[in-house]
């Protein structure tokens, strides 16, 4: 069986927990912050944890993570 080839794009998005949880970057944070309030960009600091509904995605998209 040939070996799987990660998706480098996904890989250097997205960092894989030690319990193979899948944490992203929340959205929101790049531009026009001068109107968004202080709290709100605060809170776009975290990361997130990715839906269960896009964590097989991710797993076949990083194999060996």
């Known amino acids: 069986m040939p070996k799987l080839k990660t998706r480098k794009s996904v890989s250097k998005r997205i960092k894989i927990t030690k319990k193979k949880k899948a944490l992203r970057s929340k959205a929101g944070k790049r531009h026009l912050l001068s109107s968004k309030s202080t709290k709100r960009k605060r809170g776009l600091r975290k990361k997130a944890v990715v839906s269960s509904a896009e964590k097989k ?9």
């Not at 991710?58 to 060996?64: D, E, K, L, S």
């Open 57 to 65: 995605l991710i797993q076949r998209a990083v194999p060996y993570s």
